[in-house]
């Protein structure tokens, strides 16, 4: 419900949802932005755990539409909610994290950027399985992502540049992938 309030507080639209999720009964908001619905589930995208390296901060709820959200939420059928269409505030587009075809300039920008502000991971979204499966040959298979490392600035020194952790959602097309640094 903060989340709500905030977006109301902002002069937003907001809804607060409810239904199910990973078998269980769920709630997340519907805001509108520039007169378009999103879905924003903050609950799935703040991985609380056990293990400190599994709590980085995610956006895969983040200004999704209703189909994307309706992989694995429920709405509630007894309640009418506005169905989310747009694509433009998307987390993964806005921020141009998200590939229709192998991108070199987008994997190395992506990642810089997510180093460049303290960040030690940085995802990609995928618009098909097919771009997905292309993207890791070229990424991993083909090494294309030591050469981004490589080819960081400098002053990315404490960065091991041969040493990368990924993991991959196939439900939502997204690759995670987090760095390892020198110790």
Not at 48 to 63: G, H, I, K, P, Q
């Amino acid at each position: 419900k903060l989340f709500q309030y905030l977006l109301a507080r902002s002069g937003m639209y907001a809804l607060y949802v409810t239904g199910d999720s990973r078998e269980e009964g769920h709630a997340w908001n519907i805001g509108q932005i520039d007169g378009d619905y999103y879905h924003f589930d903050l609950t799935w995208d703040d991985p609380v755990s056990e293990s400190e390296e599994a709590d980085m901060l995610r956006y895969d709820y983040f200004a999704v539409t209703t189909a994307e959200i309706e992989k694995d939420h429920q709405l509630d059928s007894l309640l009418a909610y506005p169905d989310c269409l747009a694509e433009t505030y998307h987390y993964y587009r806005y921020n141009n994290l998200f590939l229709e075809t192998y991108d070199y300039d987008c994997f190395y920008q992506g990642m810089q950027t997510a180093l460049a502000e303290g960040n030690t991971e940085v995802s990609f979204q995928f618009s098909s399985p097919e771009v997905s499966e292309q993207c890791q040959r070229i990424l991993f298979a083909e090494e294309a992502i030591f050469d981004m490392l490589a080819a960081l600035p400098s002053s990315f020194s404490s960065l091991d540049r041969e040493l990368i952790y990924s993991n991959f959602d196939q439900d939502k097309l997204i690759l995670s992938i987090t760095f390892a640094y020198l110790t």
